[in-house]
């Protein structure tokens, strides 16, 4: 069954610490990213990845940060410097970074308080 | 998430009636648009795409139509099921190759 996974679909931290979220597709894309969403506003793009060992800055990076390592794999890690990071965090894959057409994962719900 | 569709636009509809979603852009120069479905506690799903160079498109009950001239896209859902409630976003692409995501809007399918 191929598809983008996240993981967990709930996850709260204490201010302060720093928290990973986990992104993994078996979709063999080389284009992989990470999207903020919050009521009533669109998706904005925090950073993207368009093959293994590069990433580039979305428009939303400050306070956070990435890694592609492996093809499969997209992590993102929200710092303590981000100063607003509770909102639901997607993450999608695209076959190419020309490729218009982006999968999405379910979803992670990151409550800081 | 759950709480994506609060203070979005929200369009009421009877189970059986047509809908109609609209969405504005902003870029002459987008050449692909897309319609993503949300459903509470999902992430967005593909529902149609349509290029630049086509002023409509026709999916399984649901149709595209795109106005170049004043830069309006919308979606078209033909007699709506409750499973058609959701937060429905359209997106354009930008110069970069990167898409840029409307707001969106609430559907509420009333049985």
């Known amino acids: 069954d191929g598809g983008i996974t996240q993981s967990p679909k709930y996850l709260f931290r204490k201010e302060g610490q720093n928290v990973t979220l986990s992104c993994e597709q078996n979709?063999?894309?080389?284009?992989m990213y990470w999207y903020r969403q919050d009521p009533g506003q669109g998706l904005r793009l925090i950073y993207y990845?368009?093959?293994?060992?590069?990433?580039q800055k979305g428009d939303i990076a400050e306070g956070y940060s990435v890694s592609r390592e492996k093809k499969e794999s997209f992590p993102l890690t929200v710092t303590s410097a981000q100063k607003n990071p509770t909102a639901f965090y997607l993450c999608?894959?695209?076959?190419?970074?020309?490729?218009?057409?982006?999968?999405f994962g379910p979803g992670t719900r990151l409550t800081v308080t | 998430g759950e709480s994506v569709g609060l203070h979005l636009p929200t369009l009421s509809v009877q189970e059986g009636d047509n809908s109609i979603i609209n969405c504005a852009y902003s870029?002459?120069?987008?050449?692909?648009f897309i319609w993503y479905k949300q459903e509470s506690g999902k992430g967005p799903q593909f529902i149609i795409d349509?290029?630049?160079?086509?002023d409509k498109r026709q999916g399984q009950r649901v149709t595209v139509l795109l106005n170049k001239t004043v830069k309006h896209l919308s979606l078209q859902i033909a007699a709506t099921q409750p499973g058609d409630s959701a937060v429905y976003f359209c997106?354009?692409?930008?110069?970069?190759?990167?898409?840029?995501f409307g707001k969106g809007n609430q559907v509420v399918v009333i049985p």
């Open positions: 999608a894959s695209s076959m190419s970074i020309s490729s218009y057409e982006q999968y």
């Open positions: 979709l063999n894309h080389d284009a």
């Open positions: 990845s368009q093959i293994v060992n590069d990433f």
């Open positions: 870029n002459s120069a987008s050449d692909y």
């Open positions: 349509i290029r630049s160079n086509m």
């Open positions: 997106a354009e692409t930008e110069k970069n190759n990167r898409l840029a």
